[in-house]
């Protein structure tokens, strides 16, 4: 098997020399790349002022960071060395992975070192996400393993036996301490969470905290000490609020052209995700499309796909309209193979350069052996995604078989692409989409699978049904049903799942509130309600009726029936907390 294209598993020596090696990068016009115009003018005084130093050991994406600190109008200088750590003016480290497995990178690089030393003189830091897990003294993931210890405390495990969803992911509020620094104006809004370990306060640590945050537990936002600054959720990923984070901390003179307006922050808001349907037309171009219960051609002579815009500045459109999430599938992505398809990467390099929220990415994400016989893991595939910008990646069909082998042989192979992938990027970035059609039964005792009574009847007066899953984008249904896969997919490493359901796709008559009711009980990671959104109402019904921590939708705001701002408005008048 073929070494995966990244570092921390491979020598320390190729480190440097593996992370974000860029496909060939083919200028490409029909996605669209419109740049939305820049709403922070941070910028640096002078060419030493505008330089920032970013540890990257290369175990993930780190790509929106770098974007969104261009974006503000600085340079980035790579760490290549330890002395480079103690030569910084400003200082970003971004972890990703695994906890055990940066450690091992920064000791065996001598990072660990250099970084105590930095931090320890107080010179401008800022750590994300892991690089705040890394400061305390020692982890419980896979562990315990040792931190760095430069902040008293273990970072745990979140308990989801509280009924919380574990991993922790969306937008949530901050409680702020007086002397938050770089968080000023952040209290009454939301940031992007992703991370299913956190620190706690304690009175050992009291002094660092700048924020906290509410979830289940009282875990550690940010910490601040003079100049060091960490924070657990996304600035990157934090759409304009983020961004006047950053924006401080890399120019602390700075006044932000545009402060965030006022919000209402209290607890994790619901999710409103804009979805985008992608796909190959009849000309060669790729398109966002939509069908019908997964039908995507006109219904016309000529029989062509539905064309309904470009990607990027759907992307684009949505991110500004206030999406707190955009997904992008890859619809036919299970017969082309991604990695030979350059304009979907391209997609996500350019959107993920003005767009400031979580990205999702699906479609093909599998093994395969191309036309050569050169043979790629999903692994890979995934790494391909995550390197042009993707935060997670989303598994359809391949999930699939991996549940139905799991149940069959009752133990995990460790090989699946969703074991796999989950092990090496953390199963917050892995959702499993699920692509199931309700068939209606006259009687529950005669299936195995999970059956439910429904709330209408089926059309020969069948009380109950179950929801078989598909594969290939809806054309073969398979022997497993939503809630046995949804079971499954939980504890191969799936950290959310997708619900899609293809009876109601491009119907416009609200959500399948049985479908997602029934999943969203069964499992304790987040699940994204989708299919079928045709008004405001639809969403807080889901919301209402269901424990769905998302919903999603594309043909009304592909259409422009409905525009995101106004599927929020309506929430919030309905009492439901949403991100402004
Ligand atoms: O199997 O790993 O290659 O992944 C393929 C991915 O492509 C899966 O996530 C699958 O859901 C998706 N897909 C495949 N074919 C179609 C199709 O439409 N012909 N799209 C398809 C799935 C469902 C949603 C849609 C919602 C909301 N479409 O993406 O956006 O139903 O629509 P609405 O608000 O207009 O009702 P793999």
């Known amino acids: 098997m073929e070494a995966p294209p990244f570092a921390y598993s491979a020598s320390t020596s190729s480190l440097f020399s593996l992370r974000n090696k860029p496909l060939s990068s083919p200028t490409i016009t029909h996605l669209g790349n419109t740049k939305p115009s820049k709403s922070f003018s941070v910028g640096a005084s002078s060419s030493r002022d505008s330089v920032v130093t970013l540890l990257d ?23 290549q060395t330890p002395q480079d750590i103690l030569n910084a003016s400003r200082l970003v480290f971004p972890g990703v992975g695994a906890f055990a497995a940066a450690m091992e990178v920064l000791s065996k690089t001598g990072m660990d070192e250099a970084l105590c030393s930095y931090i320890d003189k107080d010179r401008p830091f800022l750590g994300i996400c892991l690089g705040l897990q890394l400061l305390f003294e020692s982890s419980e993931e896979n562990g315990p393993v040792k931190g760095l210890g430069l902040i008293p405390g273990t970072v745990g495990r979140f308990d989801s036996s509280n009924g919380f969803r574990v991993p922790h992911i969306g937008w949530n509020a901050l409680q ?94 619901k999710r409103v995700i804009a979805c985008l349907d992608v796909r190959t037309n009849d000309k060669g171009d790729l398109v966002v499309t939509k069908g019908d219960q997964y039908d995507v051609r006109e219904h016309t002579k000529e029989n062509e796909v539905r064309n309904l815009g470009k990607p990027v500045d759907l992307a684009g459109q949505y991110y500004k309209d206030g999406a707190d999430e955009v997904s992008f599938l890859n ?28 990205l999702t990415v699906g ?46 042989a009752g133990v995990k192979t460790g090989k699946t692409s969703l074991e796999q992938i989950s092990r090496v990027y953390g199963n917050q970035a892995v959702v499993v989409s699920i692509d199931p059609r309700r068939v209606y039964v006259k009687d529950p005792n005669d299936l195995q699978l999970k059956t439910i009574r429904v709330s209408s009847p089926g059309p020969n007066g069948e009380e109950y049904a179950w929801y078989q899953c598909t594969v290939n984008g809806g054309r073969e249904g398979r022997p497993i049903g939503a809630y046995e896969l949804a079971k499954a997919v939980e504890e191969l490493g799936a950290g959310e799942i997708l619900l899609n359901c293809i009876d109601c796709d491009g119907q416009g008559k609200g959500f399948d509130v049985d479908l ?28 209402y009726k269901t424990n769905a921590s998302a919903a999603l939708a594309a043909g009304i705001f592909h259409r422009k029936e409905v525009p ?7 929430l919030l008048k309905e009492g439901i907390e949403v991100r402004i």
Not at 59 to 72: E, H, K, T
Not at 519 to 524: L, Q, R, T
């Open 363 to 408: 479609g093909g994400i599998r093994d395969f052996t191309d036309s050569t016989g050169r043979y790629y893991s999903s692994l890979e595939v995934a790494s391909e995604y995550f390197r042009s910008g993707a935060d997670k990646i989303s598994i359809g069909s391949d999930a699939v078989y991996a549940a139905e082998e799991y149940l069959k």
């Open 516 to 543: 997602i009711k029934l999943i969203s009980d069964a499992v304790s990671i987040p699940v994204i309600a989708s299919s079928g959104a045709g008004a405001p109402e639809h969403f807080s019904e889901v919301f």
């Open 176 to 269: 702020i301490t007086e002397d938050s620094g770089i968080l000023d104006d952040v209290g009454n809004h939301h940031v992007y969470f992703v991370h299913s370990y956190r620190a706690m306060p304690s009175d050992d640590n009291n002094e660092w905290i700048s924020s906290t945050c509410d979830y289940g537990d009282k875990f550690i936002a940010s910490i601040r000490r003079g100049n060091v600054n960490a924070v657990q959720f996304h600035p990157e990923k934090s759409g304009d609020v983020g961004l006047s984070i950053l924006g401080r901390f890399l120019n602390p003179k700075s006044n932000m052209a545009k402060k965030p307006g006022e919000g209402k922050a209290s607890k994790l808001a």
């Open 57 to 79: 050991y290369g175990a993930g994406n780190v790509r929106s960071v770098r974007n969104a600190i261009r974006f503000l109008g600085f340079d980035i200088k790579d760490v």
């Open 331 to 358: 619809i036919t992505g299970f017969r082309d193979f991604p990695l030979g398809d350059l304009p979907m990467l391209q997609i996500l390099r350019y959107t993920s350069e003005n767009v400031f929220v979580p």
């Open 564 to 570: 995101i701002q106004s599927v929020k408005e309506h």
